[in-house]
Each structure stands twice: as C-alpha cells, then as structure tokens.
C-alpha cells in the first residue's frame, strides 16, 4: 500500500475517533441546549472541542502549522454551521429522538461530518505533506 494512502487511513481513522469522542462523550448539557439558536456559545464549545482534536490529530500526522489552522478553521465553520441546521430544522419540526425524522436529520447531520473529513483528508494530501 502507498504510504500517503496508508496515512490518509490513518488521519480518517484519528478524525473518526476525534469524532466519536467529541459528538457523543464531551458534550455538555450546555453544547445541547438551544441547538436552534444560531448564535449559541455552547455550539461553539462544541465547534472548539472538534478543532481541538483536528489539531491533535493532524499534528501527529506531521502536517505544518500553517496549513492545521487553514484545516481546522474551516472545519470549525462547517461544524458549527451543520450542527446549527440540524437544531434549526429538528426545532421547526418538533422532533424528538421518538420521530424517525429526528433520526433523519441526525444522519444527514453525521454525513455532513465525515464528507468534512473526506475534505480535510484531501486538504491534507494537497497542501499538508511537502
């Protein structure tokens, strides 16, 4: 296997467990109350808590100061921003985790997440290994 294939594996596979741990161990009650909010601080502890492990993650893969915080800032944005829609939406809808649309809408807001990784792999193969 090429190497760049083999570390582009791994950074996903660091980037999932960033995942894992942020979206469902290191939320607080404050990052899930009003998730319809755009402007809410608990989303953004939530948004810093996935920036900082992205940074974890891609410093370990070697990749340059620099080019991390490109990475990670626009992650935080995304992140911010699709968890933000999926509040907005769930809230307009009145779902509640007993609705199959509130199941609906986690989904698509966990798909968005990993095309961000899918993204941010990329990024790191284009700008990140010279």
Not at 90 to 117: E, V
Request: some cysteine; proline content about 3%.
């Amino acid at each position: 296997m090429p190497d760049v294939l083999q570390n582009a594996l791994i950074l996903l596979i660091l980037l999932q467990v960033k995942h894992m741990f942020a979206d469902f161990y290191l939320q607080t009650p404050r990052m899930l109350a009003g998730r319809d909010q755009y402007l809410h601080f608990g989303r953004a502890q939530h948004a810093c808590v996935h920036v900082v492990g992205s940074v974890i993650a891609l410093l370990m893969m070697g990749v340059a100061i620099p080019v991390v915080m490109l990475i990670v800032v626009a992650e935080g944005v995304a992140h911010y921003h699709i968890d933000w829609g999926k509040g907005w939406y769930s809230q307009i809808k009145q779902q509640t985790p007993a609705d199959a649309g509130f199941w609906r809408a986690l989904g698509f807001d966990q798909a968005l997440h990993q095309l961000t990784y899918i993204a941010m792999t990329w990024a790191w193969a284009c700008y990140g290994l010279g």
